[in-house]
T-cell receptor, first 113, second 116 residues
Framework: DQQVKQNSPSLSVQEGRISILNCDYT??????FLWYKKYPAEGPTFLIS?????DKNEDGRFTVFLNKSAKHLSLHIVPSQPGDSAVYFC????????????FGTGTRLTIIP | DARVTQTPRHKVTEMGQEVTMRCQPILGHNTVFWYRQTMMQGLELLAY????????DSGMPKDRFSAEMPDATLATLKIQPSEPRDSAVYFCASGFGTSGSTDTQYFGPGTRLTVL
């Protein structure tokens, strides 16, 4: 049973526009959420995180929004750049920790020049 | 430039053979994770260690998988006997952790395993 779901396997966005990646979770005990970015033939790298005590966290071009009532989070990238083309994984954890992460299946983002 | 290293990067083997994957965590990191990536399940946590002691291996098929840390600079994941359904990319990650929490997890490049 997939507790973290990324329902869009792929997404294409024009360079300069906003990319919005979505993630839904089913476990109400999750209270810490992360996004990882993965290039081909490399391991995932941490991008941004958010605790359930917040509803928004921003880091440069990347913003993560959390809607606890809907059990939904999203990653916004603006403006999108060609180097953003990668697979993005959403992950969640309990107890504000960062250990037993539950990952989604990933969304492949392609930025079109 | 500190990185997690994994060997081999690619492994093709036949069903029934033993497979050993190795990971060298970043120096100073005391927590090591093993993940498996498949198309259907995404990234799944198999097991993790702190200070070389196993903390959780509930994600690992017990009958054929085993994970160890012979020393602080080496973590191993073994599959014996291997089966075609084990074909996946196996990632190791390391971080610095205390009770219940770990700082950012840094992932290695993965071992792509194909079992024929």
């Amino acid at each position: 049973d997939q507790q973290v779901k990324q329902n869009s396997p792929s997404l294409s966005v024009q360079e300069g526009r906003i990319s919005i990646l979505n993630c839904d979770y089913t476990n109400s005990m999750f209270d810490y959420f992360l996004w990882y970015k993965k290039y081909p033939a490399e391991g995932p790298t941490f991008l941004i995180s958010i605790s359930s005590i917040k509803d928004k966290n921003e880091d440069g071009r990347f913003t993560v929004f959390l809607n606890k009532s809907a059990k939904h989070l999203s990653l916004h990238i603006v403006p999108s750049q060609p180097g953003d083309s990668a697979v993005y994984f959403c992950a969640a954890n309990r107890d504000f920790g960062n250990e037993k992460l539950t990952f989604g299946t990933g969304t492949r983002l392609t930025i079109i020049p | 430039d500190a990185r997690v290293t994994q060997t081999p990067r690619h492994k093709v083997t036949e069903m029934g053979q033993e497979v050993t994957m190795r990971c060298q965590p970043i120096l100073g990191h005391n927590t090591v994770f093993w993940y498996r990536q498949t198309m259907m399940q995404g990234l799944e946590l198999l097991a993790y260690f702190r200070n070389r002691a196993p903390l959780d291996d509930s994600g690992m098929p017990k009958d054929r998988f085993s994970a160890e840390m012979p020393d602080a600079t080496l973590a191993t994941l073994k599959i014996q006997p291997s089966e075609p359904r084990d074909s996946a990319v196996y990632f190791c990650a390391s971080g610095f952790g205390t009770s219940g929490s770990t700082d950012t997890q840094y992932f290695g490049p993965g071992t792509r395993l194909t079992v024929l």
